[in-house]
C-alpha cells in the first residue's frame, strides 16, 4: 500500500488544475506505467462505455463543461489511444485506435519545416492560452500513440508522424522549448507562466518512444537522442524546483498543489524515464517522499477533477494525497 502523503501550502494560490482524464486513471497501485516490449500504454479501458466519450465520427472527446463545452483535445486523444493498445487484438479497439490515429494526422497542421504540430482549436484561459496554440505535451503524447500505431499496424505513415511531431519541438515558432543553462525543457502550455511538471515528463516519453523507432543508420537518429539528452539534463537539473519541502513535489514551479492523480502521474512517468536514465530514480523516490507538513490552506482553492469541479473552501486543514 502506498504511504499517506499529507501536503499543505502556506499560501495556496487560487489555480485550477485541469485533469487528463485518461491518464490519470491509468496507473498500477505502484505507480507505474503498463509496458509491452519496454514502451508504455495506458491499460485498458471498458470498451462497452466508450461511446460516451466519442463524438458522432468516433472521435475522441472531452467535455470541460461551462462555456468550453464539448471538444477535441489532441492530449485526450491520444491517451484514448494508448488506451485502446491493451485490446489491440479486438476489431472494435483496432478500428477505433486508427480511426482517431488518422484523425490526429489529418488534423495536424505542417510547420515550415515540413513536421506536424496537434493544434488547440479552442481558448484555454486557466492556463492562457488563445487558439491556435501548440502543446509540447500534445507533441509527445501524439509521438507515443502514432508509434503504437506503426508497431500494431505495420505501416510507415505511423511511424512518419511520430518522428515528424518529435522534430517538430524543435522549431522556435511553438514555443516548445525553453532553453535552461544546462539542457532544455519542454513545455506543456508556452504561453503559460508556469511550468507544469507531468506535462513535460509525458514529452520526454514521446522523444524516448520514437527515439527508439528511428534506425541508428538513419541520419535524425543522432538528432532526436541529442534532443532526449538535452531534455533529460533540463528536467535533472531543474527537478528540484519542484520539490515540497520534506513532502514530495508540486504540480509546476509556481508552487500549485498536485492533485492525488498528478502525484501518481508523475511518479510514474519518472519510473517509465528511469529505464532510460537510471538518475531518474531517485528524483521518484525523493518526490514519493511521505511527510505531514502544518501549514493553511486560502479558501477557494479549486481543481478540476474527475470532471466535477471540488472547492476546498477551508482553512487549516492538511490536504491528504494517497
Known amino acids: 500500500m502506498a504511504a499517506l502523503v499529507v501536503l499543505a501550502v502556506a499560501a495556496l494560490p487560487t489555480t485550477f488544475v485541469v485533469r487528463k482524464a485518461m491518464l490519470l486513471s491509468s496507473f498500477d497501485?505502484?505507480?507505474?506505467?503498463?509496458t509491452v516490449q519496454d514502451f508504455?500504454?495506458?491499460?485498458?479501458?471498458?470498451?462497452?462505455?466508450?461511446?460516451q466519450r466519442l463524438d458522432d465520427e468516433g472521435i475522441c472527446v472531452y467535455d470541460y463543461g461551462g462555456t468550453l463545452g464539448v471538444q477535441r483535445n489532441p492530449v485526450t486523444i491520444a491517451q484514448f489511444a494508448l488506451c485502446l493498445v491493451a485490446h489491440r487484438n479486438t476489431e472494435q479497439a483496432r478500428t477505433l485506435l486508427f480511426r482517431n490515429l488518422d484523425y490526429l494526422i489529418g488534423a495536424a497542421e505542417r510547420t515550415p519545416r515540413?513536421?506536424?504540430?496537434?493544434?488547440?482549436?479552442?481558448?484555454?484561459?486557466?492556463?492562457?492560452?488563445?487558439?491556435?496554440?501548440?502543446?509540447?505535451?500534445?507533441?509527445?503524447?501524439?509521438a507515443s500513440a502514432l508509434a503504437w500505431g506503426w508497431r500494431i499496424s505495420g505501416e510507415e505513415k505511423y511511424r512518419t508522424a511520430a518522428r515528424q511531431a518529435i522534430l517538430a519541438l524543435l522549431e522556435n515558432e511553438y514555443g516548445f522549448l525553453?532553453?535552461?543553462?544546462?539542457?532544455?525543457?519542454?513545455?506543456?502550455?508556452?504561453?503559460?507562466?508556469?511550468?507544469?511538471?507531468?506535462?513535460?515528463l509525458a514529452a520526454i516519453?514521446?522523444?524516448?518512444d520514437v527515439a527508439r523507432t528511428v534506425d541508428s543508420a538513419d541520419p535524425e537518429s543522432a538528432m532526436l537522442h541529442d534532443l532526449?539528452?538535452?531534455?533529460?539534463?533540463?528536467?535533472?537539473?531543474?527537478?528540484?524546483?519542484?520539490?515540497?519541502?520534506?513532502?514530495?513535489?508540486?504540480?509546476?514551479d509556481a508552487g500549485t498543489l498536485p492533485t492525488p492523480g498528478y502525484h501518481r502521474a508523475n511518479l510514474a512517468w519518472l519510473n517509465y524515464l528511469s529505464g532510460c536514465d537510471p538518475e531518474l530514480a531517485a528524483i521518484r523516490e525523493r518526490y514519493q517522499t511521505a511527510k505531514t507538513v502544518t501549514a493553511n490552506l486560502r479558501p477557494a482553492a479549486v481543481?478540476?477533477?474527475?470532471?466535477?469541479?471540488?472547492?476546498?473552501?477551508?482553512?487549516?486543514?492538511?490536504?491528504?494525497?494517497?
Request: charge should be neutral; proline fraction near 5%.
Open 29 to 34: 497501485n505502484d505507480y507505474t506505467l503498463p
Open 40 to 51: 508504455y500504454h495506458l491499460g485498458a479501458c471498458d470498451l462497452d462505455s466508450v461511446s
Open 114 to 142: 515540413g513536421n506536424l504540430v496537434f493544434p488547440y482549436t479552442f481558448d484555454f484561459p486557466l492556463c492562457e492560452q488563445r487558439a491556435p496554440w501548440y502543446s509540447g505535451m500534445a507533441q509527445g503524447q501524439a
Open 178 to 200: 525553453q532553453l535552461l543553462d544546462r539542457g532544455v525543457w519542454l513545455k506543456e502550455y508556452p504561453g503559460y507562466r508556469g511550468t507544469v511538471l507531468d506535462g513535460s
Open 205 to 208: 516519453a514521446g522523444v524516448w
Open 228 to 252: 532526449l539528452r538535452r531534455c533529460l539534463l533540463g528536467f535533472k537539473s531543474n527537478a528540484h524546483r519542484f520539490d515540497i519541502p520534506q513532502s514530495g513535489h508540486y504540480f509546476d
Open 303 to 322: 481543481y478540476y477533477v474527475d470532471q466535477t469541479f471540488l472547492r476546498l473552501g477551508v482553512t487549516d486543514r492538511e490536504v491528504r494525497i494517497r
